[in-house]
């Protein structure tokens, strides 16, 4: 099977893990750290908070900005459900901004209408999560002058994006937000099995991160509340979780991270050939260029709705992994019974109608990646 996504192992990765089984900490020794610092410079933010995962990550996101029920989240209907559930989980009201068919992000001159209905209505959102999906880095600009306009805080979901670049800024520094989240799951850029990491350049919300992915202790003599009472102590001052990210975990994400590169290059060179590769076909290419900054975590086309399931099966039927990068988030039976309902968002919708995720990994070789090119254009029946 050809996987449309799929994780990089060199030996060094396995020696790196293997290094830590034989070490005295498998869970909250120094390894965690290093991958945190590793990520926060990488992405030029002050700050990273590893968790186990992405999910995690952007329900403690909520959580620290102390988002609960009264508050509205906004996000992109074309993406993972976690995206949305991070405000269900802190009993808050999810609504979605239709995507701009050209980006495939959160539209943000849709934002800047809806929020201007909202301000008259009396819902304006606390926070505001934009997708890079794919790998190409929303408008942030554009999203950070409606944040000071209308006082939203915003949150990333840059699970598809480590390593991108808009601008000559890189997706993770937090420039434009108060945080972002990036995934480590093994589809996506570079991996630790399961994990995720925040960024973030405000102290108190590193502080409040590190609390919440812990179930809500501290042992840090400064931050206590009530008098220390011997070496033993701690103390629980808010409701958290055991989100926290092993030390297996992280010398993998260490030792992966050098290689982030060497990934991005091929991810962008089999872009590049798709691009040429799929020229005369009766398909819409993606629009972002390599020139965008795009991590190209996904390459997603879109074929004509009536043709998308024989091509997906005809695929899959040929031992290739094709795949669906989404099913619009408030299609799901949870959000239609929260009064969702097709038609809401119809640029999400089409753009679902027709897509098709190809595979493309750092391993894809040239070969693979051609019979995947002719697989397609024999299902799309052209000679
Ligand atoms: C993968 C993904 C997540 C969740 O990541 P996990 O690490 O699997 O929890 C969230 N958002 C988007 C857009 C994703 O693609």
Known sequence: MIRYGCQSISEEDIAAVDAVMRS???????????FEAAIAQFCGAEHAVAVNSASSGLNLACMALELGPGDRLWTSPVSFVASA?????????????????ATLNLCPRQLAEKLERAERDGTL???VLP?????????????????????FSVIEDAAHALGAEHQGIRVGSCAKSRMTVFSFHPVKLITTGEGGMITTSDAELERRLQMLRSHGITREPSQLEQQDEGGWYYEQQMLGYNCRMTDIQAALGCSQLPRIGE????????AERYERLLEDMPLRRPRFSAADGCAWHLYVVQLPPQHRRAVYDALRAADIGVNVHYIPV????????LGFRRGDFPASEAYYDGALTLPLHPHLTDEQQDRVVATLRRALEIP
């Open 330 to 337: 408030h299609l799901q039976p949870y959000y239609r019974r």
């Open 131 to 151: 997708v890079h999906f794919a790998g190409a880095p929303c408008d942030m600009e554009a999203i950070a002058a409606l944040s000071e306009r209308y006082g």
């Open 125 to 127: 959102p606390r926070i």
């Open 24 to 34: 005295d900490f498998l869970t909250q020794g120094p390894a965690v750290p290093a």
């Open 85 to 101: 559930n991070c405000a269900r989980h802190c009993g808050a009201q999810v609504d979605f901004v239709d995507i701009d068919p």
């Open 263 to 270: 990934f991005l290059r091929r991810r962008r060179e089999l």
